[in-house]
């Protein structure tokens, strides 16, 4: 099996922990170091990584948040909850990209469209 550990450069990782935490309805907690974080789904499988702008790593993309919100990334998730997570995302931010829908182009599930403290636009789809 394969997959991908999304890394998000973001200004307070403290705060988009606890942003993602509450997103996914998982526990809250302090970040595992103060310029970086994994938030893993319950088995561990890693959902995103969140790391300090310009903190420990080395690579340029993360050296600067340049002037675009999100630095073009999109973030898609697929949850097994999705009316609890859409209830947990209305507390979360004060309006939506996109409101609840069926994307009827790609998967055909409900998925909603918001923006991270660090604005970062993500889709939250049922599976």
């Known amino acids: 099996m ?7 450069g973001v200004k307070d990782v403290a705060a988009s922990t ?4 509450s997103l996914f309805g998982q526990e809250q907690r302090p970040p595992h170091h103060d310029d970086f974080d994994m938030i893993t ?4 499988t890693v959902l995103v990584c969140l790391h300090e702008w ?6 340029p993309p993360l ?4 002037n675009e919100a999100g630095n073009g990334v999109l973030l898609f998730f697929r949850v097994d909850d999705f009316d609890a997570a859409l209830e947990r995302a209305r507390s979360l931010v004060s309006h939506f990209e ?3 829908a069926v994307n009827a182009d790609g998967p055909g599930t409900m998925e909603f469209k918001l923006r991270d403290p660090d604005g970062y636009y993500l889709t939250v789809s049922a599976i």
Not at 41 to 44: I, M, P, T, V, Y
Not at 54 to 59: A, C, L, S, T, Y
Not at 63 to 66: A, D, E, H, I, N
């Open 18 to 21: 606890k942003f993602y935490l």
């Open 98 to 100: 996109e409101e609840p």
């Open 41 to 44: 789904d319950a088995d561990e």
């Open 2 to 8: 394969k997959r991908t550990w999304p890394i998000i």
């Open 54 to 59: 310009g903190g420990h790593g080395e690579g």
């Open 63 to 66: 050296q600067s948040p340049g």
